[in-house]
């Protein structure tokens, strides 16, 4: 801790929560002053590497790839060489996806930023693109819940994401999501069309209420970009094993069909939701290869068999004693 560091990573880069709590940590807990006053963050849309403009299915454009090594080469020289520290070097530097350019600021997250809650809505039927889900900053009412079946056998595959380092066998970066929202075990929850564009910079995170007929299960979560043209751009994801939901060191399995309050770590992003797209949420139980199957069985990762695999029936509630939410930091422009 009494090192001064310089943390890169990306949005799509499968070690960024570790980087930014390193970060954070290390801006607080340093031991000296000076430390703390030396620690510096650069958040691009990569995923681990290589840096480029291109991360899965988006080109972010020239400034994707804008000066990295010129950042580095500063940083070491001023460590190594004992050289000036740039005075116009910000200490937080961080690429807004879907404005496509470099913003910066004195700490993360942004103080600017303020923590918006956005509720999960449905007439019951919020399964797959065709469905009635909706999401809005209104408190659900009595609503009905939303149902589906999940079947380890034949998982959500994984279009994207944050992974490392083989994208054959785990998608990395940002793609159209449009073909699992095409599935019946995928909920879609939709804001309205923006009105005025809304950044989104920081900490995702989401409190489902759920049921389950398993004992053991897993509930996942995707923040996506939707684009007047229909393409739904992925953020960021989570995923809450049901087992771990109070403790990772004293797991407990549930009781079949009794509900549960699930919070899920989904990460943290930077995007900017241009006026007139849509903010959507995806609830469902699988999001494979990118995450292990569960098999629903309670036994213990990796101990299942193909041959031990069960279906689950999932129920997702968005009511007034159960307010199913994401909350974003939003930054006002």
Not at 161 to 188: H, I, K, S, Y
Not at 254 to 267: F, K, L, N, S, T
Request: net charge negative.
């Amino acid at each position: 801790m009494g090192t001064p560091t310089l943390h890169i990573g990306g949005w799509y880069d499968a070690f960024l929560d570790g980087i930014l709590r390193n970060y954070t940590e290390m801006c607080d807990a340093g031991t000296t002053a000076e430390t703390r006053r030396l620690q510096r963050l650069v958040v691009g849309p990569w995923f681990h590497l290589p840096w480029g403009r291109v991360v899965g299915g988006t080109n972010f454009g020239a400034e994707a790839d804008n000066g990295m090594d010129e950042v580095q080469l500063r940083w070491l020289d001023a460590r190594l060489k004992g050289l000036p520290d740039d005075p116009d070097e910000p200490r937080e530097r961080r690429f807004v996806l879907g404005e496509n350019r470099w913003r910066t600021a004195d700490d993360w997250p942004p103080p600017e930023a303020r923590r918006v809650r956005y509720y999960l809505h449905s007439a019951g039927r919020a399964n797959a693109l065709g469905g009635d889900g909706t999401l809005s900053r209104e408190r659900p009412l009595d609503e009905p819940s939303d149902l589906y079946v999940y079947d380890p056998t034949n998982p959500v595959p994984s279009i994207g994401g944050r992974a490392c380092c083989a994208p054959p066998l785990a998608p990395m970066g940002q793609f159209d999501q449009t073909p699992v929202e095409m599935r019946n075990d995928v909920l879609v929850y939709t804001s309205a069309p923006l009105d005025r564009d809304c950044e989104v910079t920081g900490p995702v995170s989401a409190t489902i209420w759920a049921a389950s007929s398993a004992c053991d299960t897993d509930f996942t979560v995707k923040l996506v970009d939707v684009h007047p043209d229909g393409r739904a751009l992925n953020l960021t994801d989570g995923v809450i094993r049901a087992r771990y939901r109070s403790s990772l060191e004293a797991p407990s399995l549930i009781e079949p069909d009794r509900p549960y309050e699930y919070h899920v770590d989904a990460g943290a992003t930077s995007n900017l939701f241009r006026r007139g797209h849509h903010i959507r949420l995806e609830v469902s139980s699988s999001n494979f290869p990118a995450i292990d199957r569960n098999p629903n069985t309670g036994q213990l990762l990796g101990a299942a068999r193909n041959s031990d695999l069960r279906p689950a029936l999932q129920t997702i509630y968005h009511d007034t004693a159960r307010p199913s939410h994401v909350v974003l930091s939003m930054i006002e422009r």
